[in-house]
């Protein structure tokens, strides 16, 4: 099971915002990256860090945390963001493993 | 650029050696995980190797079963599978770690593993 926790889906209408969250314990200590993934495809990486976007991710994608919450927001939605977004940390005990959230596939109407 | 190979149809209790070779001269400057997702579902962990080889960390579901190495000479990277089970069939994926270790950058295009008696 996951220590990560993601909706497993959200819609948003083309050119509205959008906010995917991401819960867990380890988000209180260590920041969360995001990736995207399309269907056939392997995942990118979109935001990690704090608010840290890879050259090519487009600036409508940010990042944001909240105590054990961490957001992903796409501030006008296009048609070509839709896809799985998956949240990832390090595992909350503080030992040397990597855990993924469960996804959440976003549908733009 | 990551290519990884190496994927096929084994029975349980066989073994699979995945490769990822990187291009480019950076390699041996990065960390490296493996990744996989079965069908239809989500991303999980495997596993992670530092630049040098000497820190070696597995998820829990693969200890003592899948074993994680790099040879920096020829940019490649290595997970040895032993003792395949059905839930181990995926696609496997390798990355680089990011700013932080346990950020995945980039991303191969992955290699299919079957596991089916």
């Known amino acids: 099971s996951s220590e990560l926790t993601q909706d497993p889906a959200v819609s948003v209408a083309l050119g509205q915002t959008v906010r995917i969250t991401c819960q867990g314990d380890?988000?209180?200590?260590?920041?969360a990256s995001w990736y995207q993934q399309k269907p056939g495809q392997a995942p990118i990486i979109v935001i990690y860090?704090?608010?840290n976007r890879p050259s090519g991710t487009p600036d409508r994608f940010s990042g944001s945390t909240s105590g054990n919450t961490a957001s992903l927001t796409i501030t006008g939605t296009q048609a070509e963001d839709e896809a799985d977004y998956y949240c990832?940390?390090?595992?909350?005990?503080?030992?040397?493993?990597?855990?993924f959230g469960g996804g959440t596939k976003l549908t733009v109407l | 650029q990551l290519v990884e190979s190496g994927g096929n149809m084994v029975q349980p209790g066989k073994s699979l050696r995945l490769s990822c070779v990187a291009s480019?001269?950076?390699?041996?400057?990065?960390?490296m995980h493996w990744v996989r997702q079965a069908p239809g579902k989500g991303l999980e962990w495997v596993a992670f190797?530092?630049?040098?080889?000497?820190?070696?960390y597995h998820d829990d579901s693969v200890e003592g079963r899948f074993t994680i190495s790099r040879d920096n000479s020829e940019n490649t990277l290595y997970l040895q599978m032993n003792g395949l089970r059905r839930e181990d069939t995926a696609i496997y994926y390798c990355?680089?770690?990011?700013?932080?270790?346990?950020?995945?950058?980039?991303w191969g295009q992955g290699t299919l593993v079957s596991v089916s008696p």
């Open positions: 990355a680089t770690e990011g700013g932080s270790w346990y950020y995945l950058d980039s």
């Open positions: 480019g001269p950076t390699f041996r400057n990065y960390g």
């Open positions: 190797i530092s630049d040098d080889g000497n820190k070696k």
């Open positions: 380890s988000l209180k200590k260590y920041y």
């Open positions: 860090g704090k608010n």
């Open positions: 990832n940390s390090r595992d909350s005990t503080g030992s040397h493993r990597v855990v």
